[in-house]
């Protein structure tokens, strides 16, 4: 696989907004979720929601684009100097140059909900654009207008690889000669669909946040996230920059919801992504867990990385502080990830006093300083999609 230069990132989670105040709450283990206090939804269960969205507003001329999830992407798109960095790309390259390649899995679903209940007595709906706010492709048409770009334009919805995936795809377009850099990640937020909907399938954490990778874990903790990575091709001149060195996706189709007890899928995409990346298992110093906190995906991923890694690779898994991001969170962990290489930082699980028995992976409950060159991040959704990236210091 060509090498990409990671050359800027942002993010806003529950955890924190933007990348001082996400380092901050990784090494101090502080995790972000909190009771869920938004009305009409499941009782008992923690969310990780992002306040500080709720205030803000696009630009007025893109105005038409307000909804959850488009402030909570104007809010990552503020931190972290990331619009500035596009703007230097966009001189670099030129506007046509330059992809914006973006995962979601709700996009701005919560505002359609949100029309529904203010239907006439006749049914009528109110004026909304649903294009703009609904339509999976709204969060990509925004940030393409937002930053000025006019490069490719690709919406990803993979369910939880969504994130992950558009590195991967973005990086194929590059490689093509399609584009020279490209804005990637994802942004998904709350909303009744996916909180009634995991509650329906019994999949939500509940009376306390969640605890992946734990002997009594119960579930899940939906959180929000907007996440960002501007990615272009690397060169000599890059040596020891943090970059993308590797990706690797596979589709499995074992069942709708539930992953291959084996995790022959996630196994198929860790191996790809380390042959991308030209790279073997002990190359690899820490590995960013998909870690829902669910048995059946927790159990499945142990059981993939033990196959490539035995227990010699710590492991965990981040959503403990953020709760899963669905469609964000596979651009958020490689965030994290980015994070963990600069840092020197591996964040071991956190609130799980003791790890499930029968792991055989390396799965790590307490923070360690290392040096951490390459970190492998995972992510798995619904249908059988399987991601993997290898982030970590360009050769």
Known sequence: MTRFRITAVTAASAMGVGLAATRDALRLRRGGLTPCDLPGMPADIWIGRVPEAEAIEPPADLAAFACRNTRLAELALRQDGFSEAVDAARARHGAGRIAVVLGTSTSGIEATERAWAQRGPDGALPAYDFARTHDLHALPRYLRARLGLAGPCVSISTACTSGARSFLDAATLIAAGLADAAVVGGADT???????????????????????????????????????????????????????????????????????????????AIEAALASAGVGPGAIDYVNMHGTGTRANDAMEDRAIARVFGAAVPCSSTK?????????????????????????????CLGVERVDASFTSGVVVANGAARVDRVLSNSFGFGGSNCALVIGRLP
């Open 320 to 348: 403990g502080w953020t709760g899963h991001t669905l469609g964000a969170s596979g651009a958020l962990e490689a965030v994290i990830s980015a994070i963990c290489v600069e840092d020197g930082l591996i964040p071991g």
């Open 190 to 268: 709350l909303c009744g669909l996916t909180l009634h909907g995991f509650a329906s399938l019994e999949l939500l954490a509940r009376g306390g946040p969640t605890r992946p990778c734990a002997e009594d874990r119960d579930g899940i903790s939906i959180g929000e996230a907007a996440a960002f990575s501007l990615i272009e091709r690397a060169g000599p001149e890059d040596s020891g920059a943090i970059g993308l060195l590797g990706a690797g996706a596979s589709a499995d189709g074992h069942h709708m919801s539930s992953p291959h007890p084996e995790g022959l899928g996630a196994l198929a």
